[in-house]
């Protein structure tokens, strides 16, 4: 499983609000339960919105390994791997860019040996400013699983605070829908 899809603007995933993303937290780790898999999460806009939002449901430890916020440029290299050509290529917001994260965390979130059945990154603007030119509310997710990798990339509307929060929840489906 390999695939690009994008997204522009509207509320995809049809949910909103608070409630909703501890619900959608609370279903994705119990898929992911159900299959065995442990979970890495990678994450630059969200700032660590997205390992909340999945460690604030009861048992996340079962199956939630760690997470990286990795908001500097250069952690995404020293941490989670990322190509510093690709880095410097295209900056930090880049569906290549997200993926590698994901595959990174996965590694880096590793016990015994044995990585991470799945890591989840996101990468994106979130505003006010775009620091390279790219429309805010640009964002890049990435999922990789046993079946393969998958990243999504967004428009999204909003101030900083809704664009960080759309983001966690469109991560958070992309998570319901590769462990279904």
Do not use: F, N
Not at 22 to 29: D, R, V
């Amino acid at each position: 499983m390999s695939d690009r899809s994008t997204a522009v603007g509207g509320e995809w995933p049809p949910c909103a609000g608070e409630a909703d993303v501890h619900g959608e937290a609370a279903l994705a780790l119990s898929r992911l339960r159900a299959r065995g898999w442990s979970l890495g999460v990678a994450e630059s806009l969200t700032g660590g919105l997205l390992a909340a939002a999945l460690i604030g449901v009861p048992g996340a430890s079962d199956t939630v390994r760690g997470a990286i916020v990795a908001y500097a440029v250069s952690l995404k290299h020293s941490l989670l791997g990322v190509d510093a050509g690709l880095l410097a290529a295209h900056g930090a917001v880049h569906p290549d860019v997200a993926l590698q994260m994901a595959e990174g965390v996965r590694r880096v979130t590793a016990e015994g040996g044995r990585a991470a059945d799945v890591g989840i990154a996101t990468t994106g603007i979130a505003g006010p400013d775009s620091p390279d030119g790219q429309p805010v509310g640009t964002v890049h997710l990435a999922i990789c699983t046993p079946g393969g990798s998958r990243v999504v990339s967004l428009r999204l509307d909003g101030d900083r605070d809704e664009i960080r929060e759309a983001t966690v929840r469109h991560a958070l489906w992309v998570l319901v829908d590769a462990a279904a």
